[in-house]
């Protein structure tokens, strides 16, 4: 047999080989480990409510009213008053568009569109604009993120308590709850994950 025939069918094998062991054998591995270790990670860390699946803890979402008619793609969404509300999102929570605007803190442009914002919130959770936080009014760098400050919740808790007619007391209780710590124990800061925050208030009335 020529050399270079009994090279290819070596290349061959080995080709075959690695395609079973890393293609097959190995994922399955990975995942059989997942899991069997991490269950709930391992598919996609999806939060239920009443048994129906409801979001993703580690995507952030919009709580919005109903459109008024479904159908106008330019029907400007209104935020829900009775639920926690997350940042502002460059791609409105939508996993194809996560990105941040890409506007500099020097652009007219986000300058205007945060001085607006925190009036509109402001008026929204009926507090000084002075008070809004800063996360309040700017969007993070994925548009994907399901976490705002501790302060930021708790500007909130005034509105949703008077929406729901719950305790505010019960409501930062629920944020305490909610409260997650920076990454690693020291990257960033404490944050509020709004999905399972608002999964509280929802099964709390």
């Known amino acids: 047999m020529p050399t270079i025939v009994r090279t290819h069918l070596t290349a061959m094998r080995m080709l075959l080989v690695m395609t079973v062991i890393l293609g097959i054998a190995y994922p399955l591995l990975v995942t059989g480990i997942s899991q069997v270790a991490f269950a709930d990670k391992a598919d996609g860390s999806i939060v239920t409510s009443d048994g129906k699946e409801v979001g993703s803890s580690l ?89 705002i400050s501790v302060a930021y919740a708790k500007e909130q808790v005034q509105r949703v308590a008077r929406e729901r007619g719950l305790p505010a007391e019960k409501l930062e209780q629920l944020i305490e709850k909610c409260t997650e710590g920076p990454s690693l124990g020291f990257l960033g800061q404490r944050g509020v994950n709004v999905v399972l925050l608002n999964k509280a208030v929802g099964e709390a009335g």
Do not use: M
Request: aromatic letters at 6%.
């Open 59 to 147: 995507l952030g979402q919009s709580f919005d009213l109903p459109k008024q008619n479904p159908d106008d793609a330019n029907e400007e969404a209104k935020p829900d008053p009775k639920w926690f509300q997350p940042r502002f999102s460059a791609g409105s929570y939508d996993p194809k568009a996560s990105g941040a605007s890409n506007l500099g803190p020097n652009d007219e442009k986000l300058t205007a569109a945060i001085r607006d914002r925190r009036a509109a919130i402001a008026a929204f959770d009926g507090v000084d604009p002075a008070t809004v936080p800063a996360d309040a009014v700017t969007a993070s760098g994925s548009g994907l993120d399901p976490h």
